[in-house]
């Protein structure tokens, strides 16, 4: 499959874009392969000083219709839906003409998990005609590679707690919790649930200094739910996320390689160096 | 078995007491079927005015050789460890010459979890001659019946929520997490790791406020660790526990019948009635 190597003919990819700099990197690396991208950035979410020098169009989680009006007549088939999104408020989705008509679906899919409310926007975007591709399918090099990513590597303590935290997932992944455990001295001692992972890591750092958490070290471990879309919700690192281990006190961050999206690699790379974390890539299922 | 139902000629019973009002319920309950109970609070744990009008002699966790000393002239074989108990520091253990020649394994036992501590600690008791009870086998009555404690009962929506916190607690629990979760529109929103229950209320009751988790209602799921020596840990609810779910703005409280001590039923049933919770036993695997 040439998935990774869309041609002009395919037309030009609708970006619907949250915050961070993920959906920047994604637009780089698609625009880089002769793709024309039309940028989306939501409003409330993205940052509007990242779209200042681009071509954008800000929009509401649910104005489907004015996506679709900007979209459909430049022929573009693809939407990809990228970067973080806080479970958005029924205010802030704003549905418009299009989306009022869904609004009874939409307001059902806040009912399930994360998925499920995910889930439900990907096939109301399917049933607009247009095709929802996953980011690590237009731009597979944001994906974490097998390996470490800076220049330290786990022991022999660390692997044996990687090993608990991505058997844990695994076995957890059916209920749509979180995606993410910490495990130290092979003890999970955070699961990550509503709260999400940074939280979950300013927990691990208060329990620490509390003298709560004994054992040294410890691993985040995160994967991707086994029912996940990847189309819809990539798990993903970056720089933060090492600002937030080292705080913790944690000797490092595992990953499923090819499972979890790494915005900024290089950067996460030498802040992983400087702070004495290891980051790694590891073999695990991805859905 | 006779467990519930002790007479004189087994001996006084050691209670080594941890916080909170449990042991000396479970210390009335042993009295009141006239069997001398030798009281063992722990120094730094149970609070000194509790015992100030009873017999009793403060030790530190380590200090079995005391505890022996007093305990067996008095025809004492057996011992019941009762109450809450943050994981102790290797500080406030405080050994004694016994506990010393047994420190590199009461070291060891730090390392495992929750459960690999107790366990250890059971077993340096049991060498030391001393049979190690459960207090639910010495007073039956702590342990919460099947069905409701107060006046209100689940809805329907409550049950779904209960069923799904039991089934995740039943697939984790080899994990040797926590002992709680708690579930809002079919959702767990919160599982407990190294923070304990009361902490992961405090989440939820935040979140809340943040506007993080959106379905009304929820349930606190209790139940014992599939793995868990019951002589060692129950799980335990109490008034506070009510205290902390209301204020998370939850429906109610859902644990193992037979599995979960309640401390202080009537109070318990007459803060549940005033926050309008509810406080049910439901039937499930006990250990």
Redesign the interface.
Known sequence: MNAATPSVAEGPLALVCGGGSLPLAVADSVAARGRRVLLFPLRGVADPKDYAGREHTFVYLGQLGTLARIARPLGCREIVLIGAL??P?LWSIRPDWLALRLLPRIVMA????DNHLLTNIGKLIEEQGFTLRGAHEVAPEILTPQGPLGRLTPSADDAADIA?GL??LA??GR????QA?VVA???????????GTD?MLA?VAA?RAE?????PGGVLVKAPKPQQDRRLDLPSIGPDTVDMAEHARLSGIAVIAGGTVVAEPAALAAAADKAGLFVVGVAGPVP
Request: hydrophobic share 40%.
């Open positions: 806080t479970r408020s806040f009912r399930g998990g608990i058997d844990y076995t957890a209920f749509d919790i979180g455990v001295g092979r003890n999970i001692v955070a699961v990550e649930a509503a709260e939280q927990r329990l003298g709560r958490i004994r054992a």
